[in-house]
């Protein structure tokens, strides 16, 4: 077929590609899976059936799958600037609605990180263009703690609270969507959690949330915690 053969034809009308060592990487990823396991990827073809959802921030530090040590396969990831979940981001409310209605996803997990760049830009009132529009929603959370936050006099202190109570806040967000409600209301086995992952160290701490009914929504926040 001619498709076939498109790429030979590209290769000899242009150099090679500045990330051909990432494609050298693939092969040599997948050779080494293939030894490790013959039948690897027949059986990831034919299985996706992750049980649990992971929202996190799309910082590249924060490799969902590497740092819960958790196989290709075992996660169905989305991801953005400072793992927001928005009422009006069809995206990741597509995903949700997917991992939980197809996939019947048991746990969902909201990852934010100390030192996020989205939090501090919205902690700060730093303007980043078009990106102030999507950072609206972590002001939002800061306006909603002002009085908790000022309480904090170590600046280093408050970025981090803010870190924890925009993980807290997306956490509920998940848990008002139409379908997680939807879920709840089947009596689908369905749980929300908050945690934070630390770039210092690589440990990732449970913020203490977790949401396994709409009566739990109701959630005591705690600006630090020990």
Not at 13 to 22: D, E, F, I, K, V
Not at 85 to 96: E, G, I, P, Q
Not at 98 to 122: L, M, P, R, S, T
Not at 170 to 180: E, F, K, L, P, W
Request: aromatic fraction near 8%.
């Amino acid at each position: 077929m001619i498709f076939r053969r498109l790429p030979q034809f590209f290769a000899k009308q242009r150099p090679a590609s500045p990330l051909s060592n990432l494609l050298s990487n693939n092969e040599k990823w997948a050779a080494s899976m293939k030894r490790s396991d013959p039948a690897f990827f027949q059986k990831l073809a034919n299985q996706s059936s992750p049980k649990i959802m992971w929202i996190g921030c799309a910082d590249s530090r924060v490799s969902a799958n590497k740092v819960i040590g958790m196989p290709v396969g075992s996660l169905f990831v989305h991801r953005n600037v400072a793992n927001v979940v928005a009422h009006t981001d069809f995206n990741c409310l597509s995903s949700l609605e997917y991992a939980v209605d197809v996939h019947a996803v048991e746990h969902i997990i909201v990852c934010g990180h100390y030192g996020c760049g989205g939090v501090q830009a919205a902690l700060g009132n730093v303007r980043a263009g078009l990106a102030d529009n999507w950072l609206r929603h972590i002001r939002d959370v800061r306006v909603k703690h002002a009085e908790s936050l000022k309480e904090i006099e170590d600046a280093r202190d408050r970025f981090d609270a803010l870190c924890e109570l925009n993980v807290i806040e997306q956490v509920r967000n998940v848990c008002a969507t139409t379908t997680v409600q939807r879920a709840w209301e089947r009596n689908q086995s369905l749980a929300v959690h908050g945690w934070i992952y630390r770039l210092q160290d690589g440990i990732i701490r449970d913020l203490g949330v977790c949401m396994q009914s709409e009566s739990d929504i109701n959630y005591v926040y705690r600006t630090r915690k020990s």
